[in-house]
């Protein structure tokens, strides 16, 4: 029987290769689009390779979409209300991190909410990009302690605080506590 990670990583491949091939684009074309090497692609592609939350970002920028757009199934929502018992988890292979997609899927909205379970100690961090300037998102510590660590400053969240920010700027989540965070992402594509 097959792990729980095998799985996810078997449906993170096949789903990639879907988008990628609905949009029409070959490997070294979303290579080019994410800054993801043909090669780590076709690996993920293939289940050979789990990729990390910074790079599936990429991915998904590269593909025009976000996160949770990626997580959403392709059959169109028959509800506005999003169940916790049928919401999508996804947890980075490296870093620990949990992430739930809350938002119901299919929705002709341009917000996307997701719940992070963050660990103590552990950091993502997030490059620039360019195809990012069009995102910009709210960061709500609900437990725990965050840093936004962005070029200029650094953020020290406590519980109830909320940063926002744009997304096409390089980025750190950190967490420098002992104990696990937890906080929602607000996501919100357009001006």
Request: with cysteine.
């Amino acid at each position: 029987m097959e792990s729980i990670d095998t799985e996810i990583e078997l449906a993170i491949g096949e789903r990639l290769k879907a988008l990628r091939a609905a949009s029409g684009l070959t490997l070294d074309e979303l290579a080019t689009r994410s800054g993801v090497s043909r090669a780590m692609i076709s690996r993920i592609e293939r289940a050979e390779a789990s990729p990390t939350a910074a790079l599936l970002a990429r991915l998904c920028e590269g593909l025009g979409l976000t996160l949770s757009a990626f997580f959403a199934p392709d059959e169109p929502s028959t509800s506005p209300l999003s169940h916790r018992s049928e919401q999508r988890l996804w947890r980075d292979p490296v870093t620990g991190y949990l992430r739930r997609s809350i938002s119901p899927p299919g929705m002709p909205s341009p917000v996307d909410i997701v719940e992070v379970e963050f660990p103590a100690g552990a950091r993502v961090s997030f490059p620039p990009r360019e195809e990012s300037r069009a995102l910009t998102q709210h960061v709500w510590l609900f437990e725990g302690e965050l840093d936004m660590v962005l070029p200029d400053v650094t953020h020290h969240l406590k519980p109830g605080d909320c940063l926002f920010m744009d997304i096409g700027d390089a980025f750190d989540f950190h967490n420098p506590s002992d104990s696990p965070a937890r906080y929602a992402v607000i996501l919100h594509r357009g001006r």
